[in-house]
T-cell receptor, first 116, second 115 residues
Framework: AQTVTQSQPEMSVQEAETVTLSCTYD???????LFWYKQPPSRQMILVIR??????QNATENRFSVNFQKAAKSFSLKISDSQLGDAAMYFC?????????????FGTGTLLAVQP | EAGVTQFPSHSVIEKGQTVTLRCDPI?????LYWYRRVMGKEIKFLLH????????ESGMPNNRFLAERTGGTYSTLKVQPAELEDSGVYFC?????????????FGPGTRLLVL
């Protein structure tokens, strides 16, 4: 069975600085998707970034980028130039490729605080 | 377009009572997922509908949980009778059927507390 592990329950970063959130996963599949979702306080969870396992190039979305290490089964999220609005719970998630269902398998989340 | 909506936002019930949660997906989204997060733990998959059919219900914890999606539009998740361990946040997500590039859009969740 696939599992996702986020070992940092809480992180803190100064505004304008860079922070990296860690995520590791376990799977026997060779093709899959990895995601970072963000849930701001009292708001809906939204997709931040997606990585296809067959792509070697790391995904980027503006200030958000990932470091995908397939052999190490590691998928960290880097937030550059942190802003107050980045404060949220961040969830790492995994999804199989080509299955009948694209259900997401989540980690326990990392609560990110941004200090002004 | 309107996002995924869930009702109620909060529910407090006593052990043994029945609660029904509702999810309205984004219009035109065939896929509807239910997830649950118990306090401090990971978000866990419960089940997946494609239109009105249950595609995968492997995450449903037991037969006290019943999910329906009549007509392939909104979905309900009924817990009967509720137990203390059912407390948590229940999320609904929907997506278009675009194969492997689908993006799941989440609702705000229903916070359920069973006393």
């Amino acid at each position: 069975a696939q599992t996702v592990t986020q070992s940092q329950p809480e992180m803190s970063v100064q505004e304008a600085e860079t922070v990296t959130l860690s995520c590791t996963y376990d799977t026997s599949e060779s093709d899959y998707y990895l995601f970072w979702y963000k849930q701001p306080p009292s708001r809906q969870m939204i997709l931040v970034i997606r990585q296809e396992a067959y792509k070697q190039q790391n995904a980027t979305e503006n200030r958000f980028s990932v470091n995908f290490q397939k052999a190490a089964k590691s998928f960290s999220l880097k937030i550059s130039d942190s802003q107050l609005g980045d404060a949220a719970m961040y969830f790492c998630a995994y999804s199989r490729y080509g299955g009948a269902t694209n259900k997401l398998i989540f980690g326990t989340g990392t609560l990110l605080a941004v200090q002004p | 377009e309107a996002g995924v909506t869930q009702f109620p936002s909060h529910s407090v019930i006593e052990k043994g009572q029945t609660v029904t949660l509702r999810c309205d997906p984004i219009s035109g989204h065939d896929n509807l997922y239910w997830y649950r997060r118990v306090m401090g733990k990971e978000i866990k998959f419960l089940l997946h509908f494609v239109k009105e059919s249950k595609q995968d219900e492997s995450g449903m914890p037991n037969n006290r949980f019943l999910a329906e999606r009549t007509g392939g539009t909104y979905s309900t998740l009924k817990v009967q009778p509720a137990e203390l361990e059912d407390s948590g946040v229940y999320f609904c997500a929907s997506s278009r059927n675009t194969g492997n590039r689908e993006t799941q859009y989440f609702g705000p969740g229903t916070r359920l507390l069973v006393l």
